[in-house]
Nanobody, 123 residues
């Protein structure tokens, strides 16, 4: 079993940056591909970024490509999301998740979830 704890959210002005962290407990962190999702009020949870278990392969949603970077440190059992050039439409609760099987962009493919961290971008 893996427990995930998201942190790093906050209030930032448009154009600013934030770095989210997701710390995992358990000795099997390095065997899971990881992702970040987000959910805005009244909207479905949407895929943001994915990283393979080794960190060698990443995927991004089109709307964040070029602005967000996902990375991981398996020695620290932590995955990160560096968010630059933030826009008001990036406002959401951000969740990290550990993938079990299935497509990387579907929430149904993920077995463990963090509690979420709020990101608010003001215009």
């Amino acid at each position: 079993q893996v427990q995930l704890e998201d942190s790093g959210g906050g209030l930032v002005q448009a154009g600013g940056s934030l770095r989210l962290s997701c710390a995992a407990s358990g000795r099997t962190f390095s065997s899971y591909a990881m992702a970040w999702f987000r959910q805005a009020p009244g909207k479905e949870r949407e895929f943001v970024a994915h990283i393979s278990y080794s960190g060698g392969m990443t995927y991004y949603a089109d709307r964040v490509k070029g602005r967000f970077t996902i990375s991981r440190d398996n020695a620290k059992s932590t995955v990160y999301l560096q968010m630059n050039s933030l826009k008001p439409e990036d406002t959401a609760v951000y969740y990290c998740a550990a993938r079990n099987s299935g497509t990387y962009y579907s929430p149904l493919s993920y077995i463990y979830w963090g509690q979420g961290t709020q990101v608010t971008v003001s215009s």
